[in-house]
């Protein structure tokens, strides 16, 4: 093993030294650590194993990824009717889908952290009042640490057993559905991609399990994004809109409003928070188009003395966003039996609000001598949201003399080296001697030095030569180490490497009677989600 992470371990410094190797420092200790969670093969057949390796061939390969980037294809509304051909194959009619009372979420950021919001708060009411609200979905997109987060009923992710069943019951009407002539659409037993059908499999489970109310974050965009075949939702929502996605949704914030706006749905209600003018114009006009009267929410002032965390700025507006949401959606549920209280939130909101658990955004975690500052944002605003969260976080454990840590990463998208210089930037400028991260790692998303993948993150859409060769990693080193000449950077091949790696920092600065290492992990859902499995020995969920 030791072999194995000596050889592959690349290092780029601008201070390395050559009578201290830091691999002999890094290796010698936690390495015992070592966690191998990988599952039990399973033996029956239609298991959750068996689900998600069928799962996984319904992913869009690089090379067919590449192709179209090059070709400039983009979704159309061939998408949406796409997937109203697959609802009708599996069974469903779209007005089915309204049956869900469904809250529709798109926006660049904060999109997940709003859902979960609403479902926390439609959740508490379903406790409390079951006869109206027998069961409460949630869909959210991507997932952490296992696909089966993705469908949640009253706030769990849906068993291993029940999404096995559902996905494989999705999967044979599929396969034996026979096209009658007029049904050209698609061929025969087609299969939408992957996250099409994950949306589809959820209103087949949300369905099926005769959920009252369902929350739905989109994939990307809104206009020709899979959850888009809604017909009328008890409200639609657009979180915080910025940059993302470009290639998919066009590279100016107007464009991306255009795509995000397509979910607002005439006769249903429609929220979106301050905006920056670009977007803010361009979701009025779409509003004004489908006559629908879109409410711009300044802070909810009812927050006041509700513990939001973390205690920032972007998240108050998801909450915000949230209350409407969970308010419109009440309304319809229980008629004039909920009356919105201007004054004062009800304690099911509060409650709802405060408990809300959302993983992988914002969590601290203690271990050792080591804080762990996980975070899975993945554009350049959030990251520097995620940033400014981890140097109040340091400056509010008074812990600022600790060695900073950082373990990045983000796949596939080459411009995810702009990611860095707000990341650099944000937590220099936050320390009185301007001192950033001392070390710096980039590791790919491979979750195991040995076994590599764990099978809900097997994806082929990445270019397998570039992580062998961790191209991508090697671009971030030698930015960062333009940005900050006196971090000491890493490449690394895996998360558990990297783990082992700062452990190993935190480790030996104990012995010299260091303070607690910070260490932050961010820019990417796959590395926090991997990297939450390892710190946790488990499944995390
Ligand atoms: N309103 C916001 N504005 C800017 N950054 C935000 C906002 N909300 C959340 N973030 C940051 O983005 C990260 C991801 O949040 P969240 O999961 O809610 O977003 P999302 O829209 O679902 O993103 P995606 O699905 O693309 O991963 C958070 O950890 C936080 O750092
Ligand atoms: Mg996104
Ligand atoms: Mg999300």
Same mark, same amino acid.
């Given at each position: 093993?030791?072999?194995?992470?000596?050889r592959?371990?690349?290092?780029?410094?601008?201070?390395?030294?050559?009578?201290?190797?830091?691999?002999?420092?890094?290796?010698?200790?936690?390495?015992?650590?070592?966690?191998?969670?990988s599952r039990?093969?399973?033996?029956?057949?239609?298991t959750?194993?068996?689900?998600?390796d069928?799962?996984?061939?319904l992913?869009?390969p690089f090379?067919?990824?590449?192709a179209?980037?090059?070709a400039?294809?983009?979704?159309d509304?061939?998408?949406?009717?796409e997937?109203?051909a697959?609802l009708?194959?599996i069974?469903?009619?779209?007005?089915?889908?309204?049956?869900?009372?469904?809250?529709?979420v798109a926006?660049t950021?904060?999109?997940?952290?709003?859902?979960?919001?609403?479902?926390?708060?439609l959740?508490?009411y379903q406790?409390?009042?079951?006869?109206?609200?027998q069961?409460?979905?949630?869909?959210?997109?991507?997932?952490?640490?296992?696909?089966?987060?993705?469908?949640r009923?009253?706030?769990?992710?849906?068993?291993e057993?029940?999404?096995?069943?559902?996905?494989f019951e999705?999967?044979?009407?599929?396969?034996?559905?026979?096209?009658?002539?007029?049904?050209?659409?698609?061929?025969?037993?087609?299969?939408?991609i992957?996250?099409?059908?994950?949306t589809?499999?959820s209103?087949?489970v949300?369905?099926s399990?005769?959920?009252?109310?369902?929350?739905?974050?989109?994939?990307?965009?809104?206009?020709?994004?899979?959850?888009n075949?809604?017909p009328?939702?008890?409200?639609?929502?657009?979180?915080?809109?910025?940059?993302?996605?470009?290639?998919v949704?066009?590279?100016?914030?107007?464009?991306?409003?255009?795509?995000?706006?397509?979910i607002?749905?005439?006769?249903?209600?429609?929220?979106?928070?301050?905006?920056?003018?670009?977007?803010?114009a361009?979701?009025?006009?779409?509003?004004?188009?489908?006559?629908?009267?879109?409410?711009?929410?300044?802070?909810?002032? &009812?927050? /006041?003395? @509700?513990?939001?965390?973390?205690?920032?700025?972007?998240?108050? !507006? +998801? #909450?915000?966003?949230?209350?409407?949401?969970?308010e419109?959606?009440?309304?319809k549920?229980?008629?004039?039996?909920?009356?919105?209280?201007?004054?004062?939130?009800?304690?099911?909101?509060?409650?709802?609000?405060?408990q809300?658990?959302?993983?992988?955004?914002?969590?601290?975690?203690?271990?050792?001598?080591?804080?762990?500052?996980v975070?899975?944002?993945h554009?350049?605003?959030?990251?520097?949201?995620?940033?400014?969260?981890?140097?109040?976080?340091?400056?509010?454990r008074?812990?600022k003399?600790g060695?900073?840590?950082?373990?990045?990463?983000?796949?596939? &998208?080459s /411009?995810? @080296?702009?990611?860095?210089?707000?990341?650099?930037?944000?937590v !220099? +400028? #936050?320390?009185?001697e301007?001192?950033?991260?001392?070390?710096?790692?980039?590791?790919?998303?491979?979750?195991?030095?040995?076994t590599g993948?764990?099978?809900?993150f097997?994806?082929?859409?990445?270019?397998?030569?570039?992580?062998e060769?961790?191209?991508?990693q090697?671009?971030?080193?030698?930015?960062?180490?333009?940005l900050?000449?006196d971090?000491?950077?890493?490449v690394?091949?895996?998360?558990?490497?990297a783990?082992?790696?700062?452990?190993?920092l935190?480790?030996?600065d104990?012995?010299?009677?260091?303070?607690?290492?910070?260490?932050?992990i961010?820019?990417s859902?796959?590395?926090v989600?991997?990297?939450?499995?390892?710190?946790?020995?488990?499944?995390?969920?």
């Amino acid at each position: 093993m030791h072999h194995v992470l000596l050889r592959r371990t690349l290092y780029i410094s601008s201070r390395i030294s050559s009578s201290s190797s830091p691999s002999k420092t890094i290796f010698t200790l936690s390495t015992l650590n070592f966690v191998t969670t990988s599952r039990k093969m399973a033996t029956k057949s239609r298991t959750y194993n068996d689900a998600i390796d069928a799962l996984n061939t319904l992913q869009t390969p690089f090379a067919v990824i590449e192709a179209r980037r090059k070709a400039g294809v983009r979704p159309d509304a061939t998408s949406v009717s796409e997937m109203r051909a697959y609802l009708s194959r599996i069974g469903y009619s779209p007005s089915d889908l309204d049956r869900l009372n469904i809250v529709h979420v798109a926006g660049t950021k904060g999109k997940g952290s709003t859902c979960a919001f609403v479902d926390s708060i439609l959740s508490r009411y379903q406790s409390s009042h079951p006869s109206v609200l027998q069961k409460v979905g949630l869909f959210t997109s991507p997932h952490l640490i296992a696909v089966r987060e993705r469908i949640r009923i009253n706030s769990r992710p849906i068993s291993e057993e029940l999404f096995a069943k559902y996905f494989f019951e999705v999967w044979d009407r599929l396969e034996s559905f026979s096209p009658s002539e007029e049904e050209e659409v698609l061929p025969k037993a087609s299969k939408p991609i992957y996250a099409r059908y994950l949306t589809l499999m959820s209103y087949h489970v949300f369905l099926s399990e005769n959920v009252s109310a369902a929350v739905y974050e989109t994939g990307i965009g809104g206009e020709y994004d899979a959850t888009n075949v809604v017909p009328s939702p008890v409200a639609s929502g657009i979180s915080t809109l910025g940059i993302d996605h470009v290639f998919v949704l066009g590279k100016t914030v107007d464009k991306i409003a255009w795509h995000k706006a397509g979910i607002m749905k005439t006769g249903s209600p429609a929220f979106t928070i301050e905006q920056v003018p670009e977007a803010a114009a361009v979701l009025k006009s779409r509003a004004e188009e489908k006559g629908v009267e879109l409410k711009v929410l300044g802070i909810d002032k &009812r927050l /006041e003395g @509700v513990n939001v965390r973390p205690d920032a700025n972007f998240q108050k !507006k +998801n #909450a915000t966003l949230a209350i409407a949401l969970a308010e419109t959606a009440l309304k319809k549920l229980f008629g004039g039996e909920f009356k919105v209280d201007e004054a004062k939130l009800p304690k099911e909101f509060k409650e709802g609000i405060e408990q809300v658990v959302w993983r992988g955004r914002c969590e601290v975690k203690e271990e050792g001598n080591i804080i762990w500052h996980v975070d899975g944002a993945h554009t350049v605003d959030s990251l520097k949201m995620a940033a400014r969260w981890f140097v109040t976080e340091c400056g509010a454990r008074e812990k600022k003399g600790g060695k900073k840590v950082l373990i990045f990463n983000q796949q596939g &998208r080459s /411009e995810a @080296v702009d990611f860095l210089d707000g990341l650099c930037h944000t937590v !220099k +400028n #936050a320390d009185p001697e301007g001192k950033g991260f001392e070390e710096v790692i980039f590791c790919t998303n491979v979750t195991y030095a040995e076994t590599g993948y764990k099978r809900d993150f097997v994806n082929h859409q990445y270019n397998p030569a570039d992580i062998e060769k961790m191209t991508q990693q090697r671009i971030f080193a030698e930015k960062w180490s333009a940005l900050d000449p006196d971090a000491k950077v890493r490449v690394i091949p895996s998360i558990e490497e990297a783990l082992i790696t700062a452990r190993a920092l935190a480790a030996s600065d104990e012995k010299e009677g260091g303070q607690k290492v910070q260490a932050l992990i961010t820019g990417s859902l796959h590395l926090v989600g991997g990297a939450l499995g390892i710190l946790e020995k488990a499944d995390a969920l």
